[in-house]
C-alpha cells in the first residue's frame, strides 16, 4: 500500500530565505505527483503536478522534481515571502486509484 | 467562478444526531469526492461518485453515506455520528477520473461531542 511522508512536519525561515520541503513515497509505481498548498480555512489549492515521464515542473518561484526510482520529492521555494505561510501537501497517485497525500509540512515565513 | 461550496462550514454536534454536509460544484465535473483530515494522517478518502448514481468507497467509509442524484450535488450524510468523526471534511471535484486538476471546497470543520 501506498504510503506519503513529509519531512519537515514544521518549518520556519526569515523572509528571503529559499527552502526545499520533502516528499518520500513508497512505491514508485505513479501516474504523477502533485504539490499544493493549504491556508487555513480554506481548501487545498494545485500549486504543480508532475508527470511520471518529467523530473520537474517550474510555476513562478516554485520549482517540484521527481525522483521516482528513489521515491522523492522537492518541492523547493525561492526568495520565500510572509505571503508563503501555508501546509504544504504533497500527493501521488497510484495506477487504478485516487491521489494518497502526506501529512504535510507547515510553512511560516516571518518578516 | 468555477468553486466548490460546502455547508455548514463549522459543526457542533452530538453523538447520534444525524447530519448531513452539502456539497455543490458549478464545473459540470463527473468526479466528486469526500475526505477527511486528521492531524498527522493527510487528507484521506471517504467515498468517491464517477457520475450520476454512481458511488464507491474510499480508504475510510465507515460512519458515512453518500448520494450523487444530481450531477453538481454530492452530500455526505453521517446517520449517527460518534466523537471519532470530529475531523475536517473536504469535498472535491474534477472533469473527469483521469484528470488531475482537482478542485477543493473550503473545508467543513465537524465536532461531535
Known amino acids: 500500500k501506498q504510503e506519503v511522508t513529509q519531512i519537515p512536519a514544521a518549518l520556519s525561515v526569515p523572509e528571503g530565505e529559499n527552502l526545499v520541503l520533502n516528499c518520500s513515497f513508497t512505491?514508485?509505481?505513479?501516474?504523477?505527483l502533485q504539490w499544493f498548498r493549504q491556508d487555513p480555512g480554506k481548501g487545498l489549492t494545485s500549486l504543480l503536478l508532475i508527470q511520471s515521464s518529467q523530473r520537474e515542473q517550474t510555476s513562478g518561484r516554485l520549482n517540484a522534481s521527481l525522483d521516482k526510482s528513489s521515491g522523492r520529492s522537492t518541492l523547493y521555494i525561492a526568495a520565500s515571502q510572509p505571503g508563503d505561510s501555508a501546509t504544504y501537501l504533497c500527493a501521488v497517485r497510484p495506477p487504478g486509484q485516487n491521489f494518497v497525500f502526506g501529512p504535510g509540512t507547515r510553512l511560516s515565513v516571518l518578516p | 467562478e468555477a468553486q466548490v461550496t460546502q455547508n455548514p462550514r463549522y459543526l457542533i454536534t452530538v453523538t447520534g444526531k444525524k447530519l448531513t454536509v452539502t456539497c455543490s460544484q458549478n464545473?459540470?465535473?463527473?468526479?466528486m469526492s469526500w475526505y477527511r483530515q486528521d492531524p498527522g494522517l493527510g487528507l484521506r478518502q471517504i467515498y468517491y461518485?464517477?457520475?450520476?448514481?454512481?458511488?464507491d468507497k474510499g480508504d475510510v467509509p465507515e460512519g458515512y453515506k453518500v448520494s450523487r442524484k444530481e450531477k453538481r450535488n454530492f452530500p455526505l450524510i453521517l446517520e449517527s455520528p460518534s466523537p471519532n468523526q470530529t475531523s475536517l471534511y473536504f469535498c472535491?471535484?474534477?472533469?473527469?477520473?483521469?484528470?488531475?486538476?482537482?478542485?477543493f471546497g473550503p473545508g467543513t470543520r465537524l465536532t461531535v461531542t
Open positions: 472535491a471535484s474534477r472533469l473527469d477520473p483521469a484528470t488531475y486538476e482537482q478542485y
Open positions: 461518485s464517477m457520475n450520476v448514481e454512481v458511488t
Open positions: 512505491d514508485s509505481a505513479i501516474y504523477n
Open positions: 464545473m459540470n465535473h463527473e468526479y
